[in-house]
């Protein structure tokens, strides 16, 4: 059977591609219209299928709360270490540390200098030694005639504090689409091509970093990066990934579009509490050049990088992948922008681009198929997250928040019947547990986040859990809605360009 599959995909490329695609939008739809169509005539099924889902949910709030606590914990003990001291004395990096090379690509495409240089501050302030660590600005072609006198401005300013600062100009060629992925694969080959094959440097001392223009590291990164990637078994079948929070604008972003921001940072910082196979790196992440070499680097025609250079390495690799936590804090920006309706629109535009990750659906079931030599079972719980997380994407919010209520309301005989008098109550108590991730996500939030420096106020404010009342009306406008829009566009073969979030 396996066999047969395999050769369908290979002698079938196109069709194979496009039905996936096609196959990813349909599934989420199926799993709405069920309660809708369902309920005529099978509501004792609609009904169990919708208490199995809540009680799901039960479970991942817990887990939630349990994970990010122990982040949180995590994020603590490791802030107090000091990192470069301990690169200095440990037997296993002692005399090593400081052979390694830190480069650190920052894409970026007409965005404000003084985001920039925020950034670029963020690596001065490093305890890890700065000659060590190589700067690429990672320009646009077509942006030169904009950013070249920025980027000239950044290099003289701060190039005497680094090892170096390169600037690459990424030209769009046929093949690739506009975005971070096909300029980090720009920029990763020039950099290779300097250090490697003018300069003779080697490829196993190296690291690469790549991070959003808005990207404000904490200021032991380097150093606990450096000695994690001396220190841990695989390193070059690794990804290096620190918890990324949006505290540098937070407070200064709508009510609406807060809570969301929130609830991604701390869902992220519970994930790295998870075996490695069950999360990705996102956003600002470390990996070796010797491992991005040897898969080839990030995809140019993929947009949703980040995800998919792990799945990429992953099949590339015969399934060695794995993603060793950093837990220090990375900052960047919200999604803001010059008015409130703007800053909404920017908000949903940044979603569905996340949410276009989906297109990643179709690529890990061709290769599930195609790499025998990795375990069925360590495929299937690669292949299960993915599914998961992109389908609970876009159709948690209706089956949690009209899910129990349609069965009764489009068929009345069935709310006659017990399981149809207990479906709300029961579903209402399940989802009231599921209270304590929202108790957990405020808390840890209120003691991570900088800017708030006065806690006990904040502990005692009323905004401060008055804002969860909205969670029905963000979860729906900048969760679900983008989400399936980004499934519905690919199910129809409307793909999406990239959009650069905008910085204010």
């Known amino acids: 059977m396996n066999d047969r599959i395999v050769g369908f995909i290979k002698y079938h490329p196109v069709r194979t591609q496009r039905g996936l695609e096609v196959l990813s939008g349909v599934i989420p739809w199926m799993i709405i219209f069920f309660p809708l169509v369902g309920s005529f005539f099978v509501p004792e099924s609609v009904a169990y299928f919708i208490l199995a889902f809540n009680i799901y949910w039960l479970y991942r709030s817990l887990q939630l709360a349990i994970n990010a606590t122990a982040g949180y ?3 603590r003990a490791t802030e107090k270490i000091d990192w470069l001291e301990k690169l200095r004395t440990d037997l296993k990096t002692k005399g090593k540390f400081k ?8 894409p970026n ?4 200098v003084a985001t920039l240089e925020r950034n670029i501050k963020s690596l001065l302030s490093q305890n890890f030694p700065l000659k060590n660590i190589i700067v690429v600005l990672a320009m646009e072609e077509r942006a030169r005639d904009v950013d070249l006198e920025k980027s000239q401005k950044i290099k003289r300013k701060f190039a005497k504090y680094f090892g170096r600062i390169i600037i690459t100009w990424h030209p769009l060629v046929a093949g690739e689409t506009i975005g971070k992925h096909s300029n980090n694969a720009y920029a990763a080959k020039q950099v290779k091509k300097l250090l490697l094959e003018k300069e003779g440097r080697d490829i196993e001392k190296i690291t690469v970093t790549t991070c959003d223009v808005d990207t404000v590291f904490h200021r032991q990164y380097f150093s606990l990066l450096t000695y994690k990637f001396l220190t ?4 070059f079948s690794r990804f290096f990934q620190a918890p990324i929070f949006m505290y540098n ?8 579009v807060r809570a969301p921001s929130i609830i991604g940072g701390i869902y992220y910082l ?3 509490n998870k075996p490695s196979g069950r999360f990705m790196n996102f956003s600002a992440y470390s990996a070796s ?6 898969v080839g680097f990030w995809d140019v025609d993929m947009i949703p990088e980040d995800w998919h250079i792990n799945l990429k390495s992953y099949f590339a690799t015969g399934g060695k992948i794995s993603i060793a936590p950093m837990f220090l804090p990375v900052y960047i920006d919200a999604a803001e922008s010059t008015t409130k309706w703007k800053t909404y629109k920017n908000n949903y535009e940044q979603r569905k681009r996340w949410a276009w990750g989906i297109v990643d659906i179709p690529y890990v079931v061709k290769n599930f198929f195609t790499h025998p030599e990795i375990s069925f079972w360590d495929k299937l719980v690669k292949i299960s997250f993915i599914f998961e997380s992109h389908f609970t994407w876009s159709t948690s919010w209706f089956l949690i928040t009209l899910g129990a209520t349609v069965p009764t309301i489009l068929n009345p005989a069935f709310s006659r019947t017990t399981l149809g008098y207990n479906l709300s109550r029961a579903s209402g108590l399940i989802l009231t547990i599921c209270a304590v ?4 996500i405020t808390f840890i939030d209120i003691l991570l986040d900088p800017q708030k420096k006065n806690k006990f106020r904040t502990f005692l404010h009323p905004l401060t859990y008055l804002q969860w009342l909205f969670l029905p009306v963000f979860g729906f406008l900048f969760g679900a809605l983008p989400g399936l829009e980004s499934q519905t566009r690919l199910m129809l073969g409307k793909y999406i360009d990239y959009r650069v979030t905008e910085k204010v």
Do not use: W
């Open 73 to 75: 914990l995590n994020i």
């Open 437 to 440: 991730g929202l108790v957990a």
């Open 249 to 256: 604008n937070l407070g200064k972003i709508p009510l609406l």
């Open 289 to 294: 050049l010797h491992l991005l070499n040897r």
């Open 270 to 272: 519970s994930l790295l």
């Open 109 to 112: 495409v007409k965005e404000p």
């Open 99 to 106: 052979k390694i090379i830190h480069v650190v690509i920052i």
């Open 232 to 235: 841990v078994a695989n390193s």
